[in-house]
């Protein structure tokens, strides 16, 4: 590996490990005052040191980012990494950066360790346009989603067992309004990957069992995240509902990207 690639890779590892302290130091209620603003800034740091590291790895590997796996899972992180920093301001959910920078973590070591690879088959370049950055950006979206369900239902449970809220988690109502805001913004990106994958991919009678599967759980997120949505407005769903339910079509989710990463193993395996 050239020595630039190396020199990104190990400051965003390092910067990502010292935002991810930091964040649960401030959950724990531990951080001091004078450095609150330092995890937010370490996250960005990290971030870009990521997205460095990964573009010169592709350019050095003569592969096109957008054909390999190892740059998708960087670009999810990364649109994580962003939105959250855009919506902390406005949304009060500093304590997603529990979830963000260990995420980013995560996956940087990830590349470094599995490698850039490059798919058997390559996909038209309007569907890499439209479906994968539709993928990537929603995904990025229900990620924060389900952050901030899971950060709901834990201050619930704190509230209702009389225990007072320690740390920094947010309050009830900001993690409330930040699900559904999360989920508007996602939901018109996973309809757009539906649609164009829907459109490009081959039909499920010629499809594997692995992609008649993920085809399958792909339109079942998109109508858990569909009812998620119309139950809020028309039944007025809010708080544990709402929460538990983002937390299922966030795992839908997870399980189909699940199946876009074992795919190549699965192939090599005769599977």
Same mark, same amino acid.
């Given at each position: ?6 020199? +990104?890779?190990?400051?965003? &590892?390092? $910067?990502? /490990? =010292?935002?991810?302290?930091? !964040?649960? *130091?401030?959950?724990?209620? @531990? ?95 309007? +569907?890499?346009?439209?479906? &994968?950055? $539709?993928? /990537? =950006?929603?995904?990025?979206? !229900?990620? *924060?989603?389900?952050?901030? @369900? ?122």
């Amino acid at each position: 590996m050239p020595t630039s690639s190396l020199i +990104f890779f190990s400051a965003a &590892v390092v $910067a990502y /490990l =010292a935002a991810s302290t930091l !964040f649960y *130091l401030d959950v724990a209620n @531990a951080r001091q005052a004078r450095i609150q603003w330092l995890a937010p800034s370490l996250l960005i740091t990290a971030a870009f040191c990521h997205g460095t590291y990964v573009t010169l790895a592709s350019f050095v590997a003569h592969v096109c980012p957008v054909h390999s796996l190892q740059f998708m899972l960087s670009m999810a992180s990364l649109l994580s990494t962003a939105s959250y920093v855009v919506a902390r301001r406005w949304a009060r959910i500093d304590a997603l950066g529990l979830l963000v920078a260990p995420l980013g973590l995560v996956i940087v070591l990830g590349t470094f360790f599995i490698g850039t690879s490059q798919p058997s088959q390559k996909l038209p370049a309007m +569907f890499i346009g439209f479906h &994968v950055l $539709a993928s /990537l =950006a929603g995904f990025a979206m !229900f990620l *924060l989603a389900c952050g901030a @369900a899971v950060l709901y239902l834990v201050q619930e449970k704190r509230l209702k067992s009389k225990r007072a809220p320690e740390g920094g988690l947010p309050a009830l109502d900001s993690l409330d309004r930040a699900i559904q805001r999360f989920l508007v913004g996602g939901f018109p990106l996973l309809t757009l990957a539906v649609v164009t994958g829907t459109v490009w991919a081959k039909s499920l009678a010629q499809g594997s069992p692995q992609e008649v599967l993920r085809h399958v759980l792909s339109y079942a997120t998109w109508l858990v995240f569909a009812m998620v949505l119309s139950l809020r407005v028309v039944g007025g769903w809010r708080g544990r509902r709402a929460a538990y339910g983002t937390v299922v079509g966030f795992a839908c989710v997870l399980t189909v990207l699940t199946l876009y990463i074992v795919r190549p193993l699965l192939t090599l395996g005769g599977f």
